[in-house]
T-cell receptor, first 119, second 115 residues
Framework: AQKITQTQPGMFVQEKEAVTLDCTYD???????LFWYKQPSSGEMIFLIY??????QNATEGRYSLNFQKARKSANLVISASQLGDSAMYFC????????????????FGQGTILTVHP | NAGVTQTPKFQVLKTGQSMTLQCAQD?????MYWYRQDPGMGLRLIYYSASEGTTDKGEVPNGYNVSRLNKREFSLRLESAAPSQTSVYFC??????????????FGQGTRLTVV
């Protein structure tokens, strides 16, 4: 079963508008971490935002916010005021306890969403 | 600030050849990872090492071996390369500090082609 599911292969948004990229996850751990990364066409992986499972408030980093709905197991990324430079692949990821249950090892990524920002 | 350094950046192998991808980090992180990225598949975890001296299989370990040489270095070996292993490979490292996790830092990637 997929641990991280990103159901939108591609998304389009007009410059200066907001866009939401969807992410759902599957875990039985009580403590876990959720991440979003951006991968521009140059290929590097850029960290955007982190949400801990016990964080009661949604994480925000500048124009990025994470809409965390724990009961629904969703961790959607909201980008406000889109810019042309936001055009890239976006990945959702989850870090869980390892098989021994004593340390956080496994970091699993979704399939990604390609975001295109139109002028 | 070197961060995570992967070598080589590009490699072409013939089917059946072997090679080792090297990865080193200078951030004193405990956890290190190897991923492969294929179109439409996202990043798939090959192997990871939660701490020095331990390694565990990820989603797609077949055809690969790893070595956590020390805290800094985590290598990925292809013993007998196959065309299905043509991909972009990323090494990453991270640290977990209780509820405050640091993000994973990635290398620049290795583009491997097996012909």
């Amino acid at each position: 079963a997929q641990k991280i599911t990103q159901t939108q292969p591609g998304m389009f948004v007009q410059e200066k508008e907001a866009v939401t990229l969807d992410c759902t996850y599957d875990t039985s751990d009580q403590s876990y971490g959720l991440f979003w990364y951006k991968q521009p066409s140059s290929g590097e992986m850029i960290f955007l935002i982190y949400q801990g499972s016990y964080d009661e408030q949604n994480a925000t980093e500048g124009r990025y916010s994470l809409n965390f709905q724990k009961a629904r197991k969703s961790a959607n990324l909201v980008i406000s005021a889109s810019q042309l430079g936001d055009s890239a692949m976006y990945f959702c990821a989850m870090r869980e306890l390892d098989a021994g249950g004593t340390s956080y090892g496994k970091l699993t990524f979704g399939q990604g969403t390609i975001l295109t920002v139109h002028p | 600030n070197a961060g995570v350094t992967q070598t080589p950046k590009f490699q072409v192998l013939k089917t059946g050849q072997s090679m080792t991808l090297q990865c080193a980090q200078d951030m004193n992180h405990n956890s290190m990872y190897w991923y492969r990225q294929d179109p439409g598949m996202g990043l798939r975890l090959i192997y990871y090492s939660a701490s020095e001296g331990t390694t565990d299989k990820g989603e797609v370990p077949n055809g690969y071996n790893v070595s956590r040489l020390n805290k800094r270095e985590f290598s990925l070996r292809l013993e007998s390369a196959a065309p299905s292993q043509t991909s972009v490979y990323f090494c990453a490292s991270s640290e977990w500090t209780g509820e405050g996790s640091t993000e994973a830092f990635f290398g620049q990637g290795t583009r491997l082609t097996v012909v």
